[in-house]
């Protein structure tokens, strides 16, 4: 079975600083996705960014990049520049590829404030 | 706005009663999920359905059923409800078998059991 794991409740940071939200994950899995989604306190789950496993490249979306590290089962998430708007619950998530059990497995999530 | 849409916003009910969440997908989409979200079990995957038919279960609760209709909108029927189901009940969808994975989710269903 495939775990997500989010090792930091919480972080807090300033105003146009860069921050690094971690997670690791655990699959015998080939093929996935991983997933950044951020959930405001409106509670909608936005997804911020994606990665294919079989993509060597980091994903990038603006201020928002990946580390991602295959071998270690690593996906972290870089936000630069931070923004006010940035605070958020930010879930770290992995879905399988093209078969037929494609649900999302969601860490249980980094709370994020943004401190002007 | 992701193109899921969720009906109701807000639901507050008592123990024991039953009802029913409604989505529907964003346009061209197959395929539809939905997810619990709880204080104490996080987000949790409980059903999919693709065009209509089944196609995984999750820890879903034999009280809770689900299905999709031909219009491909679904509902989650949540039956002898207890104080433990109030939680964020959110619906995915995404394009199904051949298109592209990503999964989107509509702004969720708060239920409140009293």
């Known amino acids: 079975a495939q775990t997500v794991t989010q090792s930091q409740p919480e972080m807090s940071v300033q105003e146009a600083e860069t921050v690094t939200l971690s997670c690791t994950y655990d699959?015998?899995?080939?093929?996935?996705?991983l997933f950044w989604y951020k959930q405001p306190p409106s509670r909608q789950m936005i997804l911020v960014i994606r990665?294919?496993?079989?993509?060597?490249q980091n994903a990038t979306e603006n201020r928002f990049s990946v580390n991602f590290q295959k071998a270690a089962k690593s996906f972290s998430l870089k936000i630069s520049d931070s923004q006010l708007g940035d605070t958020a619950m930010y879930f770290c998530?992995?879905?399988?590829?093209?078969?037929?059990?494609?649900?999302?497995?969601f860490g249980k999530g980094t709370r994020l404030h943004i401190l002007p | 706005d992701s193109g899921v849409t969720q009906t109701p916003k807000h639901l507050i009910t008592a123990t024991g009663q039953r009802v029913t969440l409604r989505c529907s997908p964003r346009?061209?989409?197959?395929?539809v999920y939905w997810y619990q979200q709880s204080l104490d079990q996080g987000l949790q995957f409980l059903i999919q359905?693709?065009?209509?038919?089944?196609?995984a279960k999750g820890n879903i609760l034999e009280r809770f059923s689900a299905q999709q209709f031909p219009d491909l909108h679904s509902e989650l029927n949540l039956s002898s409800l207890e104080l433990g189901d109030s939680a964020l009940y959110f619906c995915?969808?995404?394009?199904?078998?051949?298109?592209?994975?990503?999964?989107?989710f509509g702004p969720g269903t708060r239920l409140l059991v009293l």
């Open positions: 346009s061209g989409d197959l395929s």
């Open positions: 995915a969808s995404s394009a199904g078998l051949a298109g592209p994975e990503t999964q989107y």
């Open positions: 990665q294919e496993a079989y993509k060597q």
């Open positions: 998530a992995f879905m399988k590829r093209r078969g037929r059990d494609d649900k999302i497995i």
């Open positions: 359905y693709y065009n209509g038919e089944e196609r």
């Open positions: 699959t015998s899995e080939n093929n996935y996705y």
